[in-house]
């Protein structure tokens, strides 16, 4: 039986996993300023307040979705305190440790760690293509070690790198979180929708980091940030909570986990393009080969096979 889906909802699913994964490179890179002016714990917990004031209507139950199981309540807790709390955390304060190139590094690793988790517990078959998609892009960005780190020009990027083993260190858990977030996600799409994914999942982020929120809000000048980091907070909190989020549980119904995985490959690449653009950082010729390198894995895991 012939369970492939159709070739235009195949390309928009994979649009939906791209532009998801693209979202959230842009949106680390452009965090930077609010992590100078935001505790990182005060900056989650406005993150998902503001998302969940923005879908409320997206949490009540359609007619025709079955009522969550225990099962299925504790795959939406664990998909949001590993792939949603957990990632935030982990990466935020891995950049701010390491450098920008080692985290790359580490990052490229995702596709990997995607399809390893996608077979141990889906028992998803990883084609010989996928494999090679998966090197490309481990490899393209691997290639980010050898060349020079760029300069950092960007408020509050911290060039001496006081403790980079520790940032290494929860720069490769936030893979593992995101590793987890893809593998749970293909299991929750088979129950819920993406809408209410999104939105159960946000409300739990919000749940785990209110005690600490509160905490440093209580203690925190809310009068000192300017009226631009007050419109970048809310389009990354809309962003992070809501739009990727939707993009990428739209597009895991119809790719399986460890193809999936391999468009994680857009999260360092779209943060090195907007540091790029936006942050003023240099690109070299070394690492333009190795954005394209790792696109070329992208290409290999999305070129439809042929039928017999």
Same mark, same amino acid.
């Given at each position: 039986?012939?369970?492939?889906?159709?070739?235009?909802?195949r390309?928009?699913?994979?649009?939906?996993l791209? #532009?998801?994964?693209?979202?959230?490179?842009s949106?680390?890179? %452009?965090? &930077?300023?609010l992590?100078?002016?935001?505790?990182?714990? #005060?900056?989650?917990?406005?993150?998902?307040?503001?998302? $969940?004031? $923005?879908?409320?209507?997206?949490?009540?139950?359609?007619?025709?979705?079955?009522?969550?199981?225990? !099962?299925?309540?504790?795959?939406?807790?664990?998909?949001?305190?590993?792939?949603?709390?957990?990632?935030?955390?982990?990466?935020?304060?891995? @950049?701010?440790?390491?450098?920008?190139?080692?985290?790359?590094?580490?990052?490229?690793?995702?596709?990997?760690?995607v399809?390893?988790?996608?077979?141990?517990?889906?028992?998803? !078959?990883?084609?010989?293509?996928?494999?090679?998609?998966?090197?490309?892009?481990?490899?393209?960005?691997?290639?980010?070690?050898?060349?020079?780190?760029?300069?950092?020009?960007?408020?509050?990027?911290?060039?001496?790198?006081? %403790?980079?083993?520790?940032?290494?260190?929860?720069?490769?858990?936030?893979? #593992?979180?995101?590793?987890?977030?893809?593998?749970?996600? &293909?299991?929750?799409?088979?129950?819920?929708?993406? &809408?209410r994914?999104?939105?159960?999942?946000?409300?739990?982020?919000?749940?785990?980091?209110?005690?600490?929120?509160?905490?440093?809000? %209580? !203690?925190?000048?809310?009068?000192?940030?300017?009226?631009?980091?007050?419109g970048?907070?809310? @389009?990354?909190?809309?962003?992070?909570?809501?739009?990727?989020?939707?993009?990428?549980?739209t597009?895991? &119904?119809?790719?399986?986990?460890?193809?999936?995985?391999?468009?994680?490959v857009?999260?360092?690449?779209?943060?090195?393009v907007?540091?790029?653009?936006?942050?003023?950082?240099?690109?070299?010729?070394?690492? @333009?080969?190795?954005?394209a390198?790792?696109? #070329?894995?992208v290409?290999?895991?999305?070129?439809?096979?042929r !039928?017999s």
């Amino acid at each position: 039986m012939n369970t492939a889906l159709p070739a235009p909802g195949r390309f928009v699913a994979y649009g939906c996993l791209a #532009l998801s994964m693209s979202l959230v490179g842009s949106y680390v890179a %452009l965090s &930077k300023p609010l992590v100078v002016a935001f505790p990182v714990l #005060l900056l989650a917990w406005l993150r998902f307040g503001i998302a $969940a004031l $923005a879908m409320p209507h997206w949490l009540r139950r359609p007619s025709d979705e079955p009522a969550m199981t225990a !099962r299925t309540r504790g795959l939406v807790f664990l998909e949001s305190f590993l792939g949603n709390f957990m990632f935030s955390i982990c990466m935020l304060f891995g @950049v701010s440790l390491t450098s920008a190139v080692s985290a790359g590094v580490i990052m490229a690793s995702i596709p990997a760690v995607v399809a390893l988790t996608s077979w141990l517990f889906l028992r998803e !078959r990883i084609t010989l293509r996928i494999w090679i998609a998966i090197a490309c892009a481990a490899l393209g960005i691997g290639l980010l070690a050898f060349a020079p780190a760029p300069a950092q020009t960007h408020p509050g990027s911290d060039a001496s790198a006081p %403790l980079p083993w520790l940032g290494n260190l929860l720069v490769f858990c936030a893979v #593992l979180c995101e590793s987890a977030y893809a593998v749970i996600g &293909k299991s929750l799409t088979g129950r819920l929708g993406p &809408k209410r994914i999104s939105s159960l999942i946000n409300l739990w982020g919000f749940v785990l980091s209110t005690p600490l929120g509160i905490w440093f809000a %209580l !203690r925190f000048d809310f009068g000192a940030v300017s009226l631009g980091l007050w419109g970048l907070l809310i @389009v990354y909190a809309l962003a992070a909570s809501i739009w990727t989020v939707w993009l990428w549980m739209t597009g895991l &119904k119809g790719v399986p986990a460890s193809q999936a995985g391999v468009f994680t490959v857009m999260l360092p690449v779209s943060a090195a393009v907007v540091g790029v653009l936006v942050l003023g950082e240099s690109l070299s010729m070394l690492q @333009v080969c190795a954005f394209a390198l790792a696109l #070329l894995g992208v290409v290999l895991a999305t070129w439809p096979s042929r !039928r017999s």
